[in-house]
Antibody, heavy 121, light 113 residues
């Protein structure tokens, strides 16, 4: 069974940092591109970032570029999102999601339960 | 970025009735070399993560009930629930994955009348 389990969320002050983790199981992690998608309270889904299967290529939404860094550790079957210079508008539930195909253009066929990040003083 | 819009914002439908949700992209998501529309639909129930329903605009994900169907091409797409069930109460999102960044529609909330 495919499982994605996020952790690392919490309350952080504006300007602070946080690292999210997504531990995966039930599939060959190093075959798949992986994504982070966020959802502000009561709002819609917004794609944040993605990383290719071997970790050599990354992309970011303009709103997080230069502040967030996506990475992966295939030995630990874990995806990460390092978030720096956090702002109030980064407050959201952060989901990790699997890209369904081995290509950049893909839908998300499996999602974690999400981890809540709250940026507030 | 490709902008996705959905209509209506919300709707209330009687159990067993047909439900139609529309999604429009600001530019075509039909990739000519593959002749495929890079469009997916997701269902999100309260307190849960999104669940994939449809990809390639009309291919139903494994395990999704056949009352859910997707249609359309180019810039205009439709998600149809042929006979609404109580468990279908949710917000439905379309998403284009034709170009980076992948973008979602604002969502359509479906309730029971």
């Amino acid at each position: 069974e495919v499982q994605l389990v996020e952790s690392g969320g919490g309350l952080v002050q504006p300007g602070g940092s946080l690292r999210l983790s997504c531990a995966v199981s039930g599939f060959t992690f190093n075959y798949y591109w992986m994504h982070w998608v966020r959802q502000a309270p009561g709002k819609g889904l917004v794609w944040v970032s993605r990383i290719n299967s071997d970790g050599t290529s990354t992309s970011y939404a303009d709103s997080v570029k230069g502040r967030f860094t996506i990475s992966r550790d295939d030995a630990k079957n874990t995806l990460y999102l390092q978030m720096n210079s956090l702002r109030a508008d980064d407050t959201a539930v952060y989901y990790c999601a699997r890209g369904a195909t081995g290509y950049s253009s893909s839908w998300h066929d499996n999602w974690g339960q999400g981890t809540l990040v709250t940026v507030s003083s | 970025d490709i902008v996705m819009t959905q209509s209506p914002d919300s709707l209330a439908v009687s159990l067993g009735e047909r439900t139609t949700i529309n999604c429009k992209s600001s530019q075509s998501v039909l990739y000519s070399s593959t002749n495929k529309d890079y469009l997916a639909w997701y269902q999100q129930k309260p307190g849960q993560p999104p669940k994939l329903l449809i990809y390639w605009a009309s291919t139903r994900e494994s395990g999704v009930p056949d009352r859910f169907s997707g249609s359309g091409s180019g810039t205009d797409f439709t998600l149809t629930i042929s006979s609404l069930q109580a468990e279908d109460v949710a917000v439905y999102y379309c998403q284009q994955y034709y170009s980076t960044p992948p973008t979602f529609g604002p969502g359509t909330k479906v309730d029971i009348k």
